[in-house]
């Protein structure tokens, strides 16, 4: 039933438009609108793609304290201790299109795959046919979405992920990155249970191993020198079966022309959870030192999590 107030407001559904600048949208309406502008970036170049998301990151950076309060002091700090250019505006700009990479690739993924170019592979193979699995790390750098795409042209690959608090937005996300032969599972019990599996047929699983876990989950090991509350899963995966473990990376080539995907297999991991995640976090430092500018800086890795023990002094 449709309302017209004494304000001159119309509600409707969930829906409020007046003449008073006040509009709330039915999560419906964010949908629809949120696949729109991404069935707009899909018909576009990735060349042009990339400049929007330049724009994007810029924007981001200079509109928003917080953001830049995230993004500066964490890029900084890694350059600075290894001794690195400082390309400040161009990290920035490449916040940007981390995310404008990952929308395109999802609704190209056919185009994306002829653009990326992968070096090697005959590791990736030599540890998958070995036929304990592969644990694939693949942190948020350069065009990082296009890593499981690779992998999943050749064997099936079950990817964990955190979905989004608002389902509409979840939906979305879910619907952009469906692939044939990947298969995404939430990051809980029963994600974890399916990934088992997965290893246990021979199969690749994915993990992005810069993400903070929830509290109680994760134990705190540095990451770049301070303490950040790190994930011990695939050790804890990769040990059950002696599965390899490759790093992976997507570096951004020049505008529009694509990615250059690289793989590192790792050392077995420790069975002590706390060694681990100080191995893997060196082994994410390596990765990301591949392309420092194209890390996702924004990104606070070293808060700390409802239900987290506190960090320990001598960190």
Known sequence: MAILSEK??????GLKFGPFGIIEYHWGVRKLILKLSLNTLAALPLALVQVIGSFLGLLAYVGSKQYRSL????YEAVITS???PLKLWEAVRASGMLFSDSLWIWRNPAKALCLVEVQNWDLVESAINEGHGLVMLTPHLGGFEIIPRVLAQHFPATILYRPSRQEWLNEVVEEGRAYPNMHFVPTNLNGVRQMTRALTRGEAIGILPDQVPSGGEGVWVPFFGRPAYTTPLPARLANRNNTPVVMFTAKRKKIGQGWLMQATRLAPLSEDATIAAAELN???ENAVLVAPE???WSYNRYKHPTGAELPPSNL
């Open 294 to 296: 194209q890390f996702i």
């Open 8 to 13: 001159g407001l119309f509600h409707q559904a």
């Open 82 to 84: 290894y001794r690195l």
């Open 282 to 284: 060196v082994a994410i």
């Open 71 to 74: 993004f500066r002091p964490q």
